[in-house]
């Protein structure tokens, strides 16, 4: 799917995981993986910085967010869901969570 052609987003292997594709500038292109919990609420970024060469972190936004909530097709109940974002470099468990407004 794409949107405004700077977002792209696509299913991935397993339910409710997609990749997706930021276009910034012209050809550059950045790449994430994420899943959506759709019950708690909560979309969790996987952030790849040696294959997106862009973090994840600075690019949610507000707008970016409703953006992405279109793109899957996903009506939250209410009007906050939470982001997790998981850095694959470390491999760590711990991850830094934020609450997003759409």
Known sequence: MMNDDWITVFPADYNN????????????YA???FKVD???QRVTFYDDVDRSGISIKPQITREFIRTLVK???W????????????NVQREETKSTR?????
């Open 17 to 28: 995981s997609y990749h997706l594709i930021l276009k910034r500038g012209t050809a550059h």
């Open 31 to 33: 790449y994430y993986y």
């Open 38 to 40: 759709k019950l708690d």
């Open 71 to 73: 793109e899957i097709d």
């Open 75 to 86: 009506h939250p109940v209410g009007n906050s869901i939470i982001i997790d974002i998981y």
């Open 98 to 102: 934020l609450a997003c407004d759409i």
